[in-house]
Each structure stands twice: as C-alpha cells, then as structure tokens.
C-alpha cells in the first residue's frame, strides 16, 4: 500500500485537510470538498459570506476562509439537513465567532517558536561582534 493510500485512510472520510496555499481555483475547491464546480458557483450566489475574488483572467480565486465556509455549508445543508435560507441564517448569526477564530496564518508549535526566536539572537550575535570588530 502507497504512502498516499495509508494517509487517505488516516484521515476520516469526512474530513478534509486544506493545503498551504495563499489561493485555490475552483477546481481544486470541488475536489477537496467533493463537490461539482457548478454546486461551487450556485452558493456563491445563495451565500453572500463566499466572495471568491477573480483574478486577471477572470478565474475564481478561493482563499483559505472561502474553503472553510464552502465546507461549513456543505455540512449545514448535506449532514445537519438545513434548508438553504436555513443555512444562510445561520452563517449570519454565527458570523462574528467564526471570524474571530480564524487566523491569516498558520499556527507555529512552541517549539518552533523557540528555535526562531534563538536563530534571531544568533544573527543578532553576529550582527553586533560585525558592528564592534
């Protein structure tokens, strides 16, 4: 069994890991949440909180916080069975703490933490014997 395989199948069925990205295309979008690309353009126009933006050539461009929504309402409307008007209601009242717990960036362990901030004293070390010497 592949690498990849033994990952699928750590991963639950339903759960969806989001990769790195700064954007996503819309293709990308349907595959990781298993959707079709046109169910993707529909909630866009249900759905005020999805704004993808548009780049130059006029392709939508998901951010990371679009592919969260994406898939807060496919599980509002295919596992807890709201309507779409449902769906829409409850992205609105839920808004401000959804929004408050998302970051724009990863989040670091302490550990990396630590060996940055060392690194910068190193550089800063170096810095200063440079300025002095």
Request: aromatic letters at 8%; proline letters at 4%; charged letters at 30%.
């Amino acid at each position: 069994m592949s690498a990849r395989a033994k990952a699928a199948k750590a991963v639950k069925a339903d759960e969806v890991v989001i990769p790195e990205k700064l954007y996503f295309r819309i293709g990308e979008v349907a595959e990781l949440c298993r959707l079709p690309a046109y169910v993707l353009r529909f909630w866009e126009s249900e759905f005020s909180q999805l704004k993808p933006t548009k780049g130059s050539t006029g392709q939508r461009m998901y951010r990371r916080k679009d592919v969260e929504t994406v898939l807060l309402i496919k599980r509002l409307l295919y596992d807890e069975g709201f309507t779409i008007a449902g769906a829409r209601q409850h992205l609105k009242e839920h808004k401000g703490a959804k929004d408050q717990s998302v970051l724009p960036f990863p989040a670091r362990a302490a550990g990396d933490l630590k060996q940055i901030k060392q690194g910068l004293r190193e550089i800063l070390t170096i810095l200063s014997s440079k300025r002095s010497g």
